[in-house]
């Protein structure tokens, strides 16, 4: 449990650095957990070169999830929409530095699939995104 | 007669009480209302069974077959008897409450439901008596309407009134909210119901554990109810239905030991409740569960309700002072022992899991209940559910998990 909210996910989660919206954004994606009721919107914004000048997000949800969308998307200025859409599970673990039982893995893995999916400018939400 | 000394050693029956959470913690079990954990009586009489006694049921000439049958059929009568349900054959054996919900919808709903008919279910409803009712619904064209609760959760009986005069052929409602614990005056909503000429089925998951049910009282078409959330076994549930229904009923599953005669031409139905339960069914499952009957007996309902209400007063009073916790549902004597609520600024997974470091196991999220969470306009909750074997510690230590919980998150 320590190691669960150790300071950085809760600091993120306290003082979430890139909480709000970019208008007008050049991906956008929202998509929700039914499960726990998370929900979660990400806004990225390019340079004209496929370059993540910006990043923010909107949601609602545990510590896990907004901590991981914030981490996340701090760690996505400056890298490529490519970038992006190459993103896995490890990466978000990695961010995070903790182990997840598999329900708490789905509330880390919602801004995973939510930038993947803004990234790829899908429609629809797609659960292979979260591998 | 109730006697808070009694409960200190209820404890012991329940072996899971000896083990450790993350090593070295006490289990705090706040979670039955999800499933009860099982006394070493109901578990030795599962054990006893696959050793000493087991064989298929029915039909069997050999002195295990008729062991075996006659310990499940057994457990059919011990349910009725408590229950006080004076025919046995209306005690249908299913998998669960959700099972003997759907048996009903496909059932009796199929069949004497009509375009346009109206079904009156309530916003305090689990899914599983939702579903079942929405499936029918898409398949028949039938109307669906909501009882509404009060802002504690408890239903409008005015505006149940008014639904009534729309001459619904069904209201169905559970007997005790899985989320705000209301339990609703099952008796003079049937009764209303009845006088409107509809029929009733109640969802009896959560009121059958934990008090005294008088099913000739209350007088419901039909009722449900698992084992597992009773001291019993995962895998069997009932669905009483009265016998006059249950004649006109076709039958749910097809297959073994619902049939009376088999050609290739086609089949005639067994008689009630057989009719009702196709192939081999949970033998060893309904022996727990019979166990499980005489284990709550040998306490007594009365005495179980009783313990609960002192409980949940203790609850609601130790959480009640607690600052940004809000409480869903009514005050304590309107109430079973379940207390849904939600922290300020905290998701209830983070609650939850905070508490679990401590031992203390509590369920966070809609509790199949997601359409009353949008009403309350709550995401998720925490819920902290009791049973007999639950002790004013296990409250203590709820409360000091919580101000944990509210330290991390300061």
Not at chain 1, 19 to 48: A, M, R, V, W, Y
Not at chain 2, 63 to 77: N, S, W
Not at chain 2, 253 to 260: E, K
Not at chain 2, 269 to 283: C, D, H, L, Q, R
């Given at each position: 449990?320590?190691d ?24 956008s994606?929202e ?15 390019t340079?004209?070169?496929g ?11 545990c510590?896990?999830?907004?901590a991981?969308?914030?981490l ?28 997840l ?21 899908l ?7 979260m591998? | ?11 012991s ?7 450790k ?19 070493e ?24 077959a008729e062991?075996?049958?006659r310990?499940?059929e057994?457990a ?18 299913t ?29 305090l ?7 079942p009712?929405f ?23 005015e ?14 409602f559970?007997h ?16 209303m119901?009845h ?16 008090f ?19 001291c ?11 016998y006059?229904?249950l004649?006109q ?6 297959g073994g ?32 569960f ?29 959480l ?6 809000n409480?869903v ?7 079973g ?15 939850a899991?905070?508490l ?8 966070a999220?809609?509790?199949c ?11 998720a ?13 296990d409250?203590?230590?709820?409360v000091?998990?919580?101000?944990k ?5 300061a």
């Amino acid at each position: 449990m320590d190691d669960l909210y150790r300071e950085q996910i809760l600091d993120h989660y306290k003082n979430p650095r890139q909480k709000g919206q970019i208008k007008p954004s050049d991906h956008s994606f929202e998509d929700e957990n039914p499960l726990c009721g998370d929900f979660l919107h990400i806004d990225l914004k390019t340079d004209g070169q496929g370059v993540i000048s910006d990043a923010k997000f909107e949601g609602q949800g545990c510590a896990i999830s907004m901590a991981s969308a914030d981490l996340l998307l701090e760690s996505l200025i400056g890298k490529t929409i490519e970038d992006a859409k190459k993103l896995s599970k490890q990466d978000i673990l990695d961010l995070l530095g903790i182990e997840l039982s598999p329900v708490r893995l789905k509330c880390a893995l919602l801004s995973l699939k939510v930038t993947k999916a803004a990234a790829y400018d899908l429609k629809e939400a797609d659960d292979n995104l979260m591998e | 007669m109730y006697q808070k000394e009694q409960f200190k050693k209820i404890k012991s029956d329940f072996p899971i009480f000896q083990r450790k959470i993350h090593k070295d913690q006490r289990l705090v079990y706040l979670d039955s209302a999800a499933t009860s954990q099982k006394p070493e009586l109901v578990i030795q009489a599962m054990d006893d069974f696959y050793r000493n006694s087991n064989a298929n049921i029915h039909r069997g000439i050999h002195e295990l077959a008729e062991e075996a049958t006659r310990l499940y059929e057994d457990a059919r009568l011990s349910i009725a008897k408590f229950l006080k349900v004076d025919d046995a054959r209306q005690i249908i054996f299913t998998r669960n409450t959700t099972e003997s919900i759907n048996l009903a919808a496909k059932t009796w709903g199929s069949t004497f439901l009509q375009k346009d008919d109206l079904i009156l279910l309530t916003r305090l409803e689990h899914h599983s008596n939702l579903v079942p009712w929405f499936m029918l619904k898409e398949a028949k064209n039938l109307r669906i309407s909501f009882i509404e609760i009060t802002p504690s959760g408890e239903l409008d009986l005015e505006h149940y009134g008014a639904l009534l005069e729309q001459k619904p052929k069904l209201v169905a409602f559970t007997h005790m909210s899985n989320v705000t614990g209301t339990i609703n005056p099952a008796q003079t909503i049937t009764k209303m119901a009845h006088e409107a000429g509809a029929l009733v089925l109640i969802d009896g998951a959560q009121s059958v554990p934990h008090f005294p049910v008088n099913l000739t009282e209350i007088d419901a078409d039909f009722y449900a109810f698992s084992a597992h959330k009773m001291c019993g076994p995962t895998g069997i549930g009932v669905l009483f239905g009265k016998y006059a229904l249950l004649e006109q009923m076709p039958p749910f599953l097809g297959g073994g030991d619902m049939i009376r005669k088999v050609t290739y031409e086609g089949f005639t139905v067994n008689a009630i409740p057989y009719k009702f339960e196709a192939g081999t069914p949970s033998i060893a499952e309904g022996v727990g569960f019979g166990a499980a009957i005489d284990y709550l007996e040998s306490i007594g309902m009365e005495t179980i309700a009783e313990h609960e209400q002192e409980l949940t007063h203790y609850a609601m009073q130790a959480l009640k002072d607690e600052k940004g916790l809000n409480i869903v549902g009514p005050d304590a004597e309107k109430r079973g022992g379940v207390v849904s609520f939600s922290m300020d600024g905290i998701h209830p997974h983070d609650i939850a899991q905070i508490l679990d470091a401590d031992g203390i196991a509590v369920r966070a999220g809609h509790h199949c209940a997601m359409p009353l969470h949008q009403h309350f306009n709550l995401p998720a909750t925490t819920r902290a559910s009791l049973y007999l074997y639950n002790s004013e510690e296990d409250i203590d230590a709820l409360v000091r998990g919580l101000a944990k919980v509210r330290k991390v998150f300061a």
